[in-house]
């Protein structure tokens, strides 16, 4: 598997709580995401990065905020986490653009919202 | 926005029956992608179809990309309970660099 570290793997929190998910990779590609899973949806991009300080919106990205000051680490926050962000988080990495790369994911963040 | 659809959500088989989940785009893709997530894990890639009416084998999976590039499909022949899991494709959606838009996947369960 490739290497990538997400952090917290569980997390129980209330509403309105700042809430921070960590990725790291130690493959040194250039791309990184952010999806969350929840049943009946699928995967659904969040944000991603292209580059260091390079980041984009995604499908979801609504109550959500991303960071990437260094190659391998991509984070994400929830400034003010709601029910509705309850969710499994997936960090994945591709080394190119991902939809002409494999995207390789983490092990995903269970988060609860209270 | 594109839509990429997938068709069955779920599908319980007999060990030993085949297996065969389908995806519809909106629009033509440039490619597609397929990938697996066993139950509690997380998604791992298979295979990337970049040709029209590309077929590729891996073992007993079988993946074809439709030759108007708008559909896809996985067939697995002779189930086994290692094939349990979800099935995704992936295709390019919108956005400055073309980022995957999944299906809501295909839950395979498979009885001994």
């Known amino acids: 598997d490739a290497g990538i570290t997400q952090s917290p793997r569980h997390k129980v929190t209330e509403t309105g709580t700042p809430v921070t998910l960590r990725c790291h990779q130690t493959?040194?590609?250039?791309?990184m995401y952010w999806y969350r899973q929840d049943p009946g949806h699928g995967l659904r991009l969040i944000h991603y990065?292209?580059?260091?300080?390079?980041?984009d919106k995604g499908e979801v990205s609504d109550g959500y905020s991303v960071s990437r000051s260094k190659t391998e680490d991509f984070l994400l926050t929830l400034e003010s986490a709601t029910s509705s962000q309850t969710s499994v988080y997936f960090c994945?990495?591709?080394?190119?653009?991902?939809?002409?790369?494999?995207?390789?994911f983490g092990d995903g963040t269970r988060l609860s919202i209270l | 926005g594109q839509q990429v659809m997938q068709i069955p959500q779920y599908q319980h088989v007999q060990e030993g029956e085949d297996f065969t989940t389908y995806c519809n785009s909106s629009?033509?893709?440039?490619?597609i992608q397929w990938y697996k997530q066993r139950p509690g894990g997380h998604p791992v890639f298979l295979i990337q179809?970049?040709?029209?009416?590309e077929v590729k084998k891996q073992k007993r999976l079988t993946f074809q990309f439709g030759e108007a590039k708008k559909n896809s499909s996985l067939h697995i022949t002779a189930t086994q309970t290692t094939d349990v899991g979800t099935y995704f494709c992936?295709?390019?959606?919108?956005?400055?660099?073309?980022?995957?838009?999944f299906g809501k996947g295909t839950k395979l369960s498979v009885k001994p």
């Open positions: 992936a295709g390019v959606g919108g956005g400055s660099q073309g980022n995957l838009i």
């Open positions: 493959e040194n590609h250039r791309y």
């Open positions: 990065s292209y580059g260091v300080k390079d980041t």
């Open positions: 629009t033509t893709l440039s490619n």
């Open positions: 994945a990495i591709s080394d190119g653009a991902g939809y002409n790369q494999p995207q390789h």
């Open positions: 179809l970049v040709k029209s009416g």
